[in-house]
T-cell receptor
Framework: RKEVEQDPGPFNVPEGATVAFNCTYSNSASQSFFWYRQDCRKEPKLLMSVYSSGNEDGRFTAQLNRASQYISLLIRDSKLSDSATYLCVVNGGSSASKIIFGSGTRLSIRP | EAQVTQNPRYLITVTGKKLTVTCSQNMNHEYMSWYRQDPGLGLRQIYYSMNVEVTDKGDVPEGYKVSRKEKRNFPLILESPSPNQTSLYFC???????????????FGDGTRLSIL
């Protein structure tokens, strides 16, 4: 089993739609959780950290479920500019200082 | 401007010819890390460092070396590159909080290596 798993997609949705991504992680001791976005062949950029109580930033909402070991990202009112690959990132693995990336979920927003 | 700078951005070289990819950050971050990104495999951590003179292996360290003699620099060394090390490489830095939690990382622009 991979340490961090994401649905690879691609998700192809119309502009204005709501889209949700899930990510599961295997190490119950993980403490840090993030969502990054990556545009084609560019560097990953932080979208948002994920906190235990859940957090929102504009159209983006992230949630953490420690009991089930998954994190989620919800994008409301999607824009064409949201087209990218979304990466789930978790620390832990065999060492708390290691960082594990999911393989990413590709999102394509159509007009 | 806060940034992570990698050099070179692109390199084509031949098997066995030692090369170094430099990485420098100006944010006084404790944590620095190298990743490689390959199609279908996502980003995989090669090595990381939690502070000066403290380095550790990530998931794919074979064939690579690193050093952390200064806080701002974290070079990646390929002593004898091979074609399977052809990849897109990213350096990143971030704060390392006490208690074992990472803070978000800032990434360099990437280095595209081709080993012939």
């Amino acid at each position: 089993r991979k340490e961090v798993e994401q649905d690879p997609g691609p998700f192809n949705v119309p502009e204005g739609a709501t889209v949700a991504f899930n990510c599961t992680y295997s190490n119950s001791a993980s403490q840090s959780f993030f969502w990054y976005r990556q545009d084609c062949r560019k560097e990953p950029k932080l979208l948002m950290s994920v906190y235990s109580s859940g957090n929102e930033d504009g159209r983006f909402t992230a949630q953490l479920n420690r009991a089930s070991q998954y994190i989620s990202l919800l994008i409301r009112d999607s824009k064409l500019s949201d087209s990218a690959t979304y990466l789930c990132v978790v620390n832990g693995g065999s060492s708390a200082s290691k960082i594990i990336f999911g393989s990413g979920t590709r999102l394509s927003i159509r007009p | 401007e806060a940034q992570v700078t990698q050099n070179p951005r692109y390199l084509i070289t031949v098997t066995g010819k030692k090369l170094t990819v430099t990485c420098s950050q100006n944010m006084n971050h404790e944590y620095m890390s190298w990743y490689r990104q390959d199609p279908g495999l996502g980003l995989r951590q090669i090595y990381y460092s939690m502070n000066v003179e403290v380095t550790d292996k990530g998931d794919v360290p074979e064939g690579y070396k690193v050093s952390r003699k200064e806080k701002r620099n974290f070079p990646l060394i390929l002593e004898s590159p091979s074609p399977n090390q052809t990849s897109l490489y990213f350096c990143a830095s971030g704060r390392w909080a006490s208690g074992g939690s990472n803070q978000p990382q800032h990434f360099g622009d990437g280095t595209r290596l081709s080993i012939l």
